[in-house]
Every structure is written in structure tokens, then in C-alpha cells.
Nanobody, 130 residues
Framework: QVHVVESGGGLVQAGGSLRLSCAAS????????VGWFRQAPGKEREFVAV???????????SVKGRFAISKDISTDNTKSTLYLQMNNLKPEDTAVYYC????????????????????WGQGTQVTVST
């Protein structure tokens, strides 16, 4: 099973930027996809973005054009770090952000469903002030 750990949350003013990191290990990096979800108080967990093991990247409409995923892979292919660069942050981006990994293949947009992911991090708080 893939083990993931997030870091990089914090407090930022609206219009500012933050970069979250997700360190993944436990499998060869080409065998799993890593996604980001977030959960605001009183709301359901929602999909933010994913980098699939096939190399495709998908974003939620609410973050498209503002958030970007990038990835570093260790030379032996056993560890990867996924970055979520968040620009032009808005107060509605305030949430706990979770990194998640899965070895399942995606189909019909299943990458946006939290149930498809097998491993979850502990979450990191992002707060955007007005």
C-alpha cells in the first residue's frame, strides 16, 4: 500500500499563494495515482486535482487555472513528491486539504470520487483570509 504525508498548509491572504506537498512511498511511482481533496467545515469532501499514473492531470472546475500539480520522482522510482501550487487563493478555498493515493485504474471520471482512493494522509489546513 502507498503511504502519503501532506505538508505545506497555512494562513494566507486572498490573492496569495501556497504550495502543498504530498510525499508518497511504498510502491513504484508509476503504479499509482495521487490526488488532492479538500473538506471545508460543514461540507463534504470534494475533489481538487489528480495526477494519474498514466501521466494525465485533472482539476476541479473551481480551481482550474489557479492550481497546478507537479511531481518529483526519486531516481530509484520508489518515492514521489506531488506538489499542489495554489495561486490566487480565495476565501472559499479554505479547507483541510488531503492527499490520497490509489492503484486502481480510473474510468468514467472516477478519479473525482474519494471512494476510489485507498490511502489518505492526515490533512493540512489551508486558511485564506479576506
Amino acid at each position: 500500500q502507498v503511504h502519503v504525508v501532506e505538508s505545506g498548509g497555512g494562513l494566507v491572504q486572498a490573492g496569495g499563494s501556497l504550495r502543498l506537498s504530498c510525499a508518497a512511498s511504498g510502491r513504484r511511482s508509476i503504479s499509482y495515482s495521487v490526488g488532492w481533496f479538500r473538506q471545508a467545515p460543514g461540507k463534504e469532501r470534494e475533489f481538487v486535482a489528480v495526477n494519474s499514473w498514466t501521466g494525465n492531470t485533472y482539476y476541479a472546475d473551481s480551481v482550474k487555472g489557479r492550481f497546478a500539480i507537479s511531481k518529483d520522482i526519486s531516481t530509484d522510482n520508489t518515492k514521489s513528491t506531488l506538489y499542489l501550487q495554489m495561486n490566487n487563493l480565495k476565501p472559499e478555498d479554505t479547507a483541510v486539504y488531503y492527499c490520497a493515493a490509489t492503484e486502481r485504474a480510473f474510468y468514467n471520471g472516477s478519479f473525482s470520487r474519494s471512494q476510489e482512493y485507498e490511502s489518505w494522509g492526515q490533512g493540512t489546513q489551508v486558511t485564506v483570509s479576506t
